[in-house]
């Protein structure tokens, strides 16, 4: 019933980290189903274990670095 194969849905602002409540930039969709939202912080690390679950990963995080002095977050 809830087959979405698509990613058609670009991120909102709406849309949350489901660690920390920041903006999210990564929509994974899990094999078994389910959907995770993380932000670029969040979503850079765990990728290595998001990659073994993940059916889809739809990463919006280059919007973050189209920003110049937007991202206060920023790591490195
Ligand atoms: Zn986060």
Redesign the pocket.
């Known amino acids: 019933m809830t087959t979405v194969l698509t990613s058609a849905s670009p991120l909102t602002a709406a849309d949350r980290?489901d660690?920390?409540g920041?903006q999210a930039y990564l929509r994974v969709v899990l094999l078994s189903g389910g959907e995770l939202l993380?932000?670029a912080?969040?979503g850079r690390k765990f990728e290595p274990e998001l990659k073994k679950i993940a059916a889809e990963i739809q990463d919006e995080t280059e919007r973050l670095t189209a920003v110049p002095g937007a991202s206060p977050e920023e790591e490195r």
């Open positions: 980290c660690r920390c920041a993380f932000c912080h969040h």
